[in-house]
């Protein structure tokens, strides 16, 4: 720290200033890198969350046509024809 404020001390009141502003740009460009992080991960949550959601409705889609298939395994069975097999 004692470093830089001597090398600072030694600038031109134009560099100095130019100093001042290149920080601030730097410390800017590092929030923003911050944020995109942030909201990169948010949407990665919100994506899972969401994949998750249609998996369950998948499930239950799956569910049900199971038991459809059953009850036609039945109604074949019942007429005394071959029961279909899975694939």
């Known amino acids: 720290a004692e470093l830089l404020q001597r090398g600072l001390s ?3 009141d134009d560099s100095s200033y130019k100093a001042v502003r290149v920080k601030h740009a730097t410390k800017e460009d590092l ?3 911050l944020m995109h992080t942030t909201w990169w991960l948010e949407h990665n949550r919100r994506e899972k969350s969401f994949l998750k959601s249609l998996q369950q409705e998948q499930e239950g889609e799956f569910k049900m046509a199971e038991t459809e298939m059953e009850i036609f395994r ?3 069975t019942a007429r005394g024809l ?6």
């Open 10 to 12: 030694l600038m031109s």
């Open 82 to 87: 071959p029961a279909l097999q899975d694939d």
């Open 74 to 76: 039945g109604f074949m």
């Open 31 to 33: 929030w923003h890198q």
